[in-house]
């Protein structure tokens, strides 16, 4: 059970960034799935969940309205579209599911929101 990280990145205020998370070793469309973030000096929290579907999502109040997550069960690979970008999303952003009781998490990607 994997999960791989990709797309951060140093960016502008304002500007965005596309990160997947590409899954392997389990049955990808039968598990919701999760992005969270962890900013130096700072809790875990979570950003973003989405059904198993796609369908359904929810977000953190502090990202409403400027992130997207979405999923693509025929590629295994969940997605966070960001927009808007503003120094305070600067963090490690992990994915994450939960497979027969079992957390698994990616090894992160860095955003870094800075002029």
């Known amino acids: 059970v994997q999960l791989v990280e990709s797309g951060g990145g140093l960016v502008q205020p304002g500007g965005s960034l596309r990160l997947s998370c590409a899954a392997s070793?389990?049955?990808?469309?039968?598990?919701?799935m999760r992005w969270y973030r962890q900013a130096p000096g700072k809790k875990r929290e979570l950003v973003a969940t989405?059904?198993?579907?796609?369908?359904?999502?929810t977000y953190a109040d502090s990202v409403k309205g400027r992130f997207t997550i979405s999923r693509d069960n025929a590629k295994s690979t969940v997605y966070l579209q960001m927009i808007s970008l503003k120094p305070e999303d600067t963090a490690v952003y992990y994915c994450?599911?939960?497979?027969?009781?079992?957390?698994?998490w990616g090894q992160g990607t860095q955003v870094t929101v800075s002029s």
């Open positions: 994450h599911t939960r497979v027969q009781l079992t957390n698994v």
């Open positions: 070793g389990f049955t990808f469309s039968s598990y919701i």
């Open positions: 989405i059904g198993v579907s796609g369908g359904s999502t």
